[in-house]
C-alpha cells in the first residue's frame, strides 16, 4: 500500500562488532554504531531515534515528514547514540520512553511512515 505513495526500503546493518560491543559496554556499543552510521549520514535527511529526541504524534510526524525527499531513520542499540552522532543527524525523535528489540523498533517505525504516508494523501487507514 506505501509504495502508492513513496518508495520505502528497509536495510538492517548489523554486523560482528555491534553484536559483541553489546556485551561489552555502552561506550563500545555505541562506538560501534558510530563506526557504521556515521558513513551513512551522506544523502538525505537524517533521523536518529532515541529515547531523548522530540515526542510527537502521528499528525505531527506526517506534517515533519512531508516536503522529505529521502529521508533516513537509524535505531541504535540498547544503550542508544553517543551525542557525536546525534549532533550529526538533522533530528532526533522518540518513539516512545520504552526500549524497543531492533525489529519491534523497525516495525513501530514501518507502521507510522505508512500511517504518515495515509494522512497525507487522505487516505481512512490512520483513523
Known sequence: MSSRYATVEVH??????????QTIG????????NDVFIPKL?????????????????FRFSTFIQ????????IGGAYG???????????TISLSELT????????????????SLCILNNHPYHK
Do not use: P
Not at 516536503?67 to 537509524?74: G, Y
Not at 547514540?81 to 549532533?87: A, G
Not at 528489540?101 to 500511517?115: D, G, S, T, Y
Open 42 to 58: 551522506a544523502n538525505g535527511y537524517n533521523i536518529a531515534l532515541d529515547v531523548l529526541g522530540t515526542r510527537m504524534d502521528s
Open 67 to 74: 516536503d522529505k525527499m529521502t529521508v533516513n531513520f537509524f
Open 100 to 115: 524497543y528489540a531492533h525489529k519491534i523498533a523497525n516495525i513501530v517505525l514501518c507502521e507510522q511512515i505508512f500511517r
Open 12 to 21: 538492517s546493518i548489523f554486523n560482528k562488532q555491534i553484536g559483541k560491543a
Open 26 to 33: 555502552e561506550k563500545e556499543s555505541q562506538q560501534s554504531y
Open 81 to 91: 547514540f553517543d551525542r557525536e552522532f546525534l549532533k550529526k543527524c538533522d533530528k
